[in-house]
């Protein structure tokens, strides 16, 4: 994507820097993708759970590299809040069909950031008695205090900036950037 496409695609409001490139996210997520596959047993089929809508994109990117036997769902989650402070509770507005009992699920979360959400999550899935859960994020900021449970797998470090692109939304704008932006 050259400059002007960016601008056009930006409504002319400027990026601060690209933090991951196009090729840089394509070859980690790649890369994760065979991570994932090897952690599992050859023959056995996974249920991969997407945290929408920030996951969608690295989902889609990522189960095309996990040589396994899978099957896909999402989920939504909706934190109440008042202002910007998040009160902590989780709420699903969309709760997978599939079953969860039983199964090998990952989930698929854009970026850790409070952690709020998947301390409320993780729980909730767990309740299901899934035969094993793990956690997988492009993005981890660390500044989560504590964490219910630490990503088994981590695409990228993230500086302590907001985020955009590749899924990642400002006000719901720009998760088409084909790359990670700070704003
Ligand atoms: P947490 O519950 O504070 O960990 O926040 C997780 C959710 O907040 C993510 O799934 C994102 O949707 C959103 N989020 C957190 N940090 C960023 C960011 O830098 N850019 C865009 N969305 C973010
Ligand atoms: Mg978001």
């Known amino acids: ?65 996990i040589a396994r036997p899978l099957q896909i769902d999402f989920l939504v989650a909706a934190s109440y809040g008042s202002g910007t402070e998040t009160s902590g509770e989780v709420r699903l507005l969309y709760d997978p069909e599939a079953v969860l009992e039983g199964r090998h699920v990952l989930l698929v979360e854009d970026i850790i950031d409070s952690g709020t959400t998947l301390n409320r999550l993780m729980p909730l899935l767990r309740k299901r008695q899934p035969r094993s859960l793990e956690l997988c994020a492009l993005l981890h900021k660390h500044i989560a ?35 990670i932006a700070s704003l």
Do not use: C
């Open 145 to 179: 205090a504590t964490l219910v449970q630490e990503p088994r797998w981590v695409g990228f470090d993230a500086p302590r900036e907001f985020l955009i692109g590749y899924g990642l939304d400002h006000s719901e704008n720009y998760r088409n950037l084909p790359f």
């Open 1 to 65: 994507m050259n400059g002007a496409d960016t601008q056009a695609l930006m409504g002319g409001r400027p990026l601060r820097r690209v933090v991951f490139d196009v090729e840089e996210i394509s070859a980690r997520v790649a890369r994760m993708g065979r991570e994932i596959a090897e952690a599992y047993p050859e023959g056995e089929s996974l249920l991969v759970l997407g945290l929408l809508k920030g996951s969608f994109i690295f989902m889609a990117d990522l189960i095309r590299h």
